[in-house]
C-alpha cells in the first residue's frame, strides 16, 4: 500500500524558513516524480512544484518561485520542501503527492496523496 | 500559466440524479486533464486521468470526456459518498500544472 507521510509543519513568523518532509512507502521511490500541492483551509488547490525520479528536473508555481525548493532522497525515500521568505498567505495544508508518469517525471496525475501537514505563517 | 476555469461552483442535485461537471483550459491541454474528488478533512481523490480513463478502483458511474479546452465529468447517478468538492487539474507539458477553484456538489 502507497503510504506518504508528511511532517515539519508549524507555526512560524513572517520572513522565517520550514523545511517540509514527506517519507513514501510501499512503492519503489525512485521510479516516480513527485509533487507538493498546498491549499488554504476551505479553498481550493495549489499546485506548488515537482521533481522528476532522480532531481534533476524541477519546477515552481509562480508564488513561490525563488523562495521554495523541492528536492528528494531516494536514498531515503523521502521528499522535502525548503520554504524560505514565508508569508502570511503560504498559510495552507501542503500535500506531498505520487506523480505516476512512466518516465518518471512529474507532469502526470497524482495517484496517491499524504494527508496534508499544516504551515502557519504568523506574527 | 494556463488557467483553468470550472462551472458551476456549485452544484445542488439530490441522490440518484445525473451531475455534470465542466471544466475549461485558458489553451489547449490536449487530453492532458485529471480530475479529482475531495472530502471534508481528507486528501484529493483521483477519479479519472487523461480526459476520460478512470482510476483504479473508480466506480463506473463516474466518466469524464473532452479534449483540447473544454472537459466535462458526469456521475450517472449520484450516491450519497458522492458529495464532495471536484477538481480539475492540467498537466500538459509546462508547469505549473494549475487546479481549477472546484466545484461543490452536495445535496439538493
Known amino acids: 500500500e502507497v503510504q506518504l507521510v508528511e511532517s515539519g509543519g508549524g507555526v512560524v513568523r513572517p520572513g522565517g524558513s520550514l523545511r517540509l518532509s514527506c517519507e513514501a512507502s510501499?512503492?519503489?521511490?525512485?521510479?516516480?516524480?513527485m509533487t507538493w500541492v498546498r491549499q488554504v483551509p476551505g479553498k481550493g488547490l495549489e499546485w506548488v512544484s515537482g521533481i522528476n525520479w532522480n532531481g534533476d528536473n524541477t519546477a515552481y508555481g509562480d508564488s513561490v518561485k525563488g523562495r521554495f525548493t523541492i528536492s528528494r532522497d531516494n536514498a531515503k525515500n523521502a521528499l522535502y520542501l525548503q520554504m524560505s521568505s514565508l508569508r502570511v498567505e503560504d498559510t495552507a495544508f501542503y500535500y506531498c503527492a505520487k506523480s505516476t508518469c512512466g518516465s518518471g517525471g512529474f507532469w502526470c496525475p497524482l495517484t496517491a496523496w499524504g494527508q496534508g501537514i499544516l504551515v502557519t505563517v504568523s506574527s | 500559466e494556463i488557467v483553468m476555469t470550472q462551472s458551476p461552483s456549485t452544484l445542488s442535485v439530490s441522490p440518484g440524479e445525473r451531475a455534470t461537471l465542466s471544466c475549461r483550459a485558458s489553451?489547449?491541454?490536449?487530453?492532458?486533464l485529471a480530475w479529482y474528488q475531495q472530502k471534508p478533512g481528507q486528501p484529493p481523490r483521483l477519479l479519472i486521468y487523461a480526459a476520460s480513463t478512470r482510476a483504479t478502483g473508480v466506480p463506473a458511474r463516474f466518466s469524464g470526456s473532452g479534449s483540447g479546452t473544454e472537459f466535462s465529468l458526469t456521475i450517472s447517478s449520484l450516491q450519497s459518498e458522492d458529495f464532495a468538492v471536484y477538481y480539475c487539474q492540467h498537466y500538459n507539458v509546462w508547469p505549473p500544472f494549475t487546479f481549477g477553484p472546484g466545484t461543490k456538489v452536495h445535496i439538493k
Open positions: 510501499g512503492f519503489t521511490f525512485d521510479d516516480y516524480g
Open positions: 489553451q489547449s491541454v490536449f487530453n492532458n
